[in-house]
């Protein structure tokens, strides 16, 4: 998977040329679309640049800056702030190349996780009208105020978040409270699947139950392990089958089955 191709490393002086080319990188189609000749372009994207690094560093001077890579080279950045009652996600970017590939998703959850770990508070500002906008909402940020330019975003989780990656450990009182809730593939991105029915199958001695998903996101998805994430509740890592399409779109079975004292 992609995620287990990604690091952190702490910034170094000579990164700062992969730097203005990742800040660079974010803005050129914006840059683009104003017809400028290359060399005021690169004028106006290297005043820019100096201009917000000095603001970073005079307002958020203890933030960790960090690298992020794939397999030791360079893609992305994120900047991260330690403040009352939580962490500040100051600045992440990627690599055009690298975007729209759970990455950004990967880095976020991450930072969820430790929040939610210690019950705190990940806040962040996004530019009104930026694709971001809406990865943020669909992870469960709430917008607590907004102007002209940005929002204000918060996620706030309402209690410890745990991540159950084995099907063994499982049970159908995890599943029970998210019936009619939705949750988010990590891999491939873009899915969202609503939990619709969790079905007591138990029989003698032996515990089993399904779940179903369902999701009108076609093509649909292929029999699979697949990483499911809520952004209140937890990730767990499941074997899907499409079990046949509905009124409401295509439907997911997941069997689990525990034998006495397992």
Same mark, same amino acid.
């Given at each position: 998977?992609?995620?287990? %191709?990604? $690091?952190?490393?702490?910034?170094?002086?000579?990164?700062?040329?992969?730097?203005? @080319?990742?800040?660079?990188?974010?803005?050129?189609?914006?840059?683009?679309?104003? &017809?400028?000749?290359?060399?005021q372009q690169q004028w106006f994207l290297k005043m820019q640049f100096d201009a917000r690094s000095s603001c970073y560093r005079t307002q958020f001077p203890k933030a960790a800056d960090r690298i992020v890579e794939m397999q030791k080279t360079p893609i992305g950045r994120m900047l991260v702030d330690e403040e009352q009652g939580g962490l500040r996600l100051i600045d992440i970017a990627l690599l055009s190349e690298h975007r729209n590939r759970g990455i950004g998703s990967f880095l976020l959850r991450n930072l969820m996780q430790q929040? &939610?770990?210690?019950? %705190?508070?990940?806040?962040?500002?996004?530019?009104?009208?930026?694709?971001?906008?809406?990865?943020?909402?669909? /992870? &469960?940020? *709430? *917008?607590?105020? $907004?102007?002209?330019?940005?929002?204000?975003?918060?996620?706030?989780?309402?209690?410890?978040?745990?991540?159950?990656?084995?099907?063994?450990?499982?049970?159908? %009182?995890?599943?029970?409270?998210?019936?009619?809730?939705?949750?988010?593939?990590?891999?491939?991105?873009?899915?969202?699947?609503?939990?619709?029915?969790?079905?007591? /199958?138990?029989? &003698?001695?032996?515990?089993?139950?399904?779940?179903?998903?369902?999701?009108?996101?076609?093509?649909? /998805? %292929?029999?699979?392990?697949?990483?499911?994430?809520?952004?209140?509740?937890?990730?767990?890592?499941?074997?899907?089958?499409?079990?046949?399409?509905?009124?409401?779109?295509?439907?997911?079975?997941?069997?689990?089955? @525990?034998?006495?004292?397992?």
């Amino acid at each position: 998977m992609v995620e287990e %191709q990604i $690091t952190l490393r702490e910034v170094f002086p000579e990164d700062l040329g992969f730097l203005a @080319h990742l800040y660079g990188d974010t803005r050129r189609e914006e840059i683009d679309a104003w &017809g400028w000749p290359d060399e005021q372009q690169q004028w106006f994207l290297k005043m820019q640049f100096d201009a917000r690094s000095s603001c970073y560093r005079t307002q958020f001077p203890k933030a960790a800056d960090r690298i992020v890579e794939m397999q030791k080279t360079p893609i992305g950045r994120m900047l991260v702030d330690e403040e009352q009652g939580g962490l500040r996600l100051i600045d992440i970017a990627l690599l055009s190349e690298h975007r729209n590939r759970g990455i950004g998703s990967f880095l976020l959850r991450n930072l969820m996780q430790q929040c &939610g770990k210690r019950g %705190q508070a990940l806040r962040l500002q996004v530019l009104q009208g930026s694709p971001a906008l809406q990865l943020y909402l669909r /992870l &469960g940020f *709430q *917008q607590t105020s $907004t102007d002209e330019i940005y929002a204000q975003m918060e996620w706030l989780c309402t209690a410890p978040m745990e991540r159950l990656s084995a099907p063994e450990k499982l049970c159908i %009182q995890d599943f029970a409270p998210y019936l009619h809730r939705h949750f988010h593939v990590v891999q491939p991105e873009g899915y969202e699947l609503e939990l619709v029915e969790v079905n007591d /199958l138990s029989k &003698g001695s032996q515990d089993q139950f399904s779940v179903i998903f369902v999701s009108p996101v076609s093509p649909w /998805l %292929q029999q699979g392990i697949y990483t499911l994430h809520h952004p209140r509740a937890f990730e767990m890592t499941l074997f899907l089958v499409p079990i046949g399409p509905n009124a409401q779109g295509m439907r997911y079975e997941a069997v689990f089955s @525990h034998l006495p004292g397992a």
